[in-house]
């Protein structure tokens, strides 16, 4: 092999490892919609989320919130991640533990139980192939009266470094905000909107 090619290969080596480190970087600013998300097939989806759910969970897990521990042990709502536009154009999955008992079946003006927690773990893919951890976005159902300004949601944002970026019970609720005034829409389903449809797990 050639000097010139061999010197090729670790520029393109070397930028690889850059670019990936550059994205690293990127995907600690949750605020930051992704530009470009790939646009994967369901089976795609599922194999990345699959490679990389273990050190997400791990990611985490650092932020040592006992409100998500575990909680790719609980009941997955959606077949495939799926590109959420509101979640900065991540593809998210929706969990939900197990007192979450009507979260699916939510009729007008019903509310989960207090103790609910909802967790959309999430990738950045973006259209060049880089596949990085994303943000986990919590809500927990508070005991009536708690957080009137919040419907009693408590909204929460973990980075996969374990740091949180907010938490409406906690460090920089403000933060959050938007959280809740976005999900002011879905009011009457307790302000979640669940899943997608195409996206929901047949029961
Ligand atoms: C601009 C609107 C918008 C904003 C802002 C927003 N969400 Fe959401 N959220 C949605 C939509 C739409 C869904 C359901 C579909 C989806 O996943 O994209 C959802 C779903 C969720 C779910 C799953 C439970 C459910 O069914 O609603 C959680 C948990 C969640 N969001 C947390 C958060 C947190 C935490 C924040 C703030 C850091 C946040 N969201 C900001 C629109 C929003």
Redesign the pocket.
């Known amino acids: 092999m050639s000097k010139q090619i061999l010197i090729l290969i670790v520029l393109l080596i070397l930028s690889g490892v850059l670019v990936d480190a550059f994205a690293q970087t990127q995907s600690f600013d949750s605020h930051i919609a992704i530009e470009d998300p790939a646009d994967l097939s369901k089976e795609d989806a599922r194999k990345i989320y699959d490679d990389l759910k273990s050190r997400m969970g791990d990611l985490y897990a650092i932020a040592d919130l006992p409100e998500i521990e575990g909680y790719q042990s609980w009941k997955l709502f959606n077949d495939a991640p799926y590109v ?4 900065g154009q991540r593809y ?1 999955n ?1 969990y939900a533990n197990a007192i979450a008992v009507n979260y699916a079946i939510l009729k007008a003006g019903e509310k989960l139980p207090v103790g609910s927690v ?3 773990d999430s990738i950045t893919v973006t259209g060049d192939g880089r596949i990085f951890p994303g943000a986990m ?3 927990e159902k508070l005991a009536e009266g708690t957080s009137p300004e919040t419907a009693d949601w408590r ?3 973990v980075i996969p470094d374990g740091s949180i970026v907010g938490d409406t019970t906690g460090d920089n609720p403000q933060l ?1 905000t ?2 809740h ?3 002011l829409a879905v009011e009457d389903r307790d302000f ?5 449809e195409g996206y929901r797990v047949q029961e």
């Open positions: 959420s536009a509101t979640h998210v929706n909802l967790a959309k976005f919590g809500m909204y929460f944002m959050m938007y959280c005034e976005c999900h979640t909107f669940y899943v997608p």
